[in-house]
Structure formats: structure tokens, C-alpha cells
């Protein structure tokens, strides 16, 4: 089935600076959903992409598809604690979603 | 709008006891999906039920696990004769139609202690 890797597994930033996580595939991806999981929550659904190349932007956040549907990002531009929590992408099919192994972020003042 | 309801949020039990989760998914979706995470993991699909039919099960163990989504009331994950390693976080999600290009709603999980 469909691997979906994350790097890196774990961050810590001082509040202010920026974060990143990376989504890898070996395979073409029909779409990619990433998630955040604050510490003891759910997965709380924060945006889906699905065309080559794709930018959506909320607020502090950037989310990037690759050009060849491989790959995706996430990036966090000047963090606050409340950013503080595991983000994972996911690629559904028609039955599921594939998880990646998901980025765990601390920030500390 | 009540989302997605999981009881208990915390069960404990004893090896070889059975555990039942229950999951009531969101108003209008008829679409639930089992996760189990194990601490400092990333979620694994286990199945995927629509109105009694089990549609996508490959995620569940052959042995022990069942899962149902009845014409009336939740969906249930039922674990038979529980062992230490089945210890985890359960995640039922919902959505109104299926997973692709649909974002999953969930719930706050069971956390199952097997003592």
C-alpha cells in the first residue's frame, strides 16, 4: 500500500522563528489533507490539496503540492505556542487515509 | 452541530476481557473509518464501514477484531480477549461521502488501558 514518510519526526523552535515539515512519496498522490493533533486531542483537519503545484495559504500557514504529486509541505512562519502539536499529512482513497508518520512541534519562549 | 461521539473516552480492562468502542459519527455522514494509534505514532487505518456493510477491513487484525456499523445506533469496535499490545488510542472518523478528496471528521477517541 501507499507509504507516506515525514520528516523531520521531531522539532523544537523558540517562539517567533519559523517551522517546516516535509511529505514524501514514492508514488504519485491523488491529493494530500494535512492535519494537526494538539498533545492528548484528535486530528483536526486543516487543508486539502489536490492539483500539481498547488500554494494554499491560512493565516501563518503555507501548503505546498509538488509539481509531480509527490511530495508536500507545510510551513509555520513566525510560530506561537499555540502552533504546539503533531501535524500529519494524509492521502485518502476511496476507503481511507494513509497517515504519515506526522512532525511533533514545541515551541518555547 | 454535535460531531463525532466516542465512548468511552477512557476504558480500562483487564487481559482477556473484551472491550466495546462506540462511535456515533457526525449529522448527515454516513461513512466511518476506524485509526488505532499506538503513543508517538501516526495514525493506522483499521476499517471502514458504511450502513451495515464493512467495506475496508484490511487494517484489522484477522484474530479478536470486529467491527459494525448498524442500521440504528453506532458504530462499534469490539476488541475480544484483550492483551497488553492492543493498549492505544482509538479514532473514529466520519465523513458524508468517501475519502477521496474528503476531509475526515473525528472524534476525541477511546484510550484503551489493558492492565
Known amino acids: 500500500g501507499q507509504q507516506v514518510m515525514q520528516i523531520p519526526q521531531y522539532q523544537h523552535v523558540q517562539e517567533g522563528e519559523d517551522f517546516t515539515t516535509y511529505c514524501n512519496s514514492s508514488t504519485t498522490l491523488s491529493n494530500i489533507q494535512w492535519y494537526k493533533q494538539r498533545p492528548g486531542g484528535h486530528p483536526v483537519f486543516l487543508i486539502q490539496l489536490v492539483k500539481s503545484g498547488e500554494v494554499k495559504k491560512q493565516k501563518r500557514l503555507t501548503f505546498q503540492f509538488g509539481e509531480a504529486k509527490k511530495n508536500s509541505s507545510l510551513h509555520i512562519t513566525a510560530t506561537q505556542t499555540t502552533d504546539v502539536g503533531t501535524y500529519f499529512c494524509?492521502?485518502?482513497?476511496?476507503?481511507?487515509?494513509?497517515f504519515g508518520t506526522g512532525t511533533r512541534l514545541q515551541v518555547t519562549l | 452541530n454535535a460531531g463525532v461521539m466516542q465512548n468511552p473516552r477512557h476504558l480500562v480492562r483487564r487481559r482477556g476481557q473484551e472491550a466495546r468502542l462506540r462511535c456515533s459519527p457526525m449529522?448527515?455522514?454516513?461513512?466511518v473509518y476506524w485509526y488505532r494509534q499506538l503513543p508517538e505514532e501516526g495514525l493506522k487505518f483499521m476499517v471502514y464501514l458504511q450502513k451495515e456493510n464493512i467495506i475496508d477491513e484490511s487494517g484489522m487484525p484477522k484474530e479478536r477484531f470486529s467491527a459494525e456499523f448498524p442500521k440504528e445506533g453506532p458504530s462499534i469496535l469490539r476488541i475480544q480477549q484483550v492483551v497488553r499490545g492492543d493498549s492505544a488510542a482509538y479514532f473514529c472518523a466520519s465523513s458524508p461521502t468517501d475519502s477521496v478528496n474528503q476531509p475526515q471528521h473525528f472524534g476525541d477517541g477511546t484510550r484503551l488501558s489493558i492492565l
Open positions: 494524509a492521502t485518502g482513497t476511496a476507503s481511507k487515509l494513509t
Open positions: 449529522k448527515g455522514h454516513s461513512h
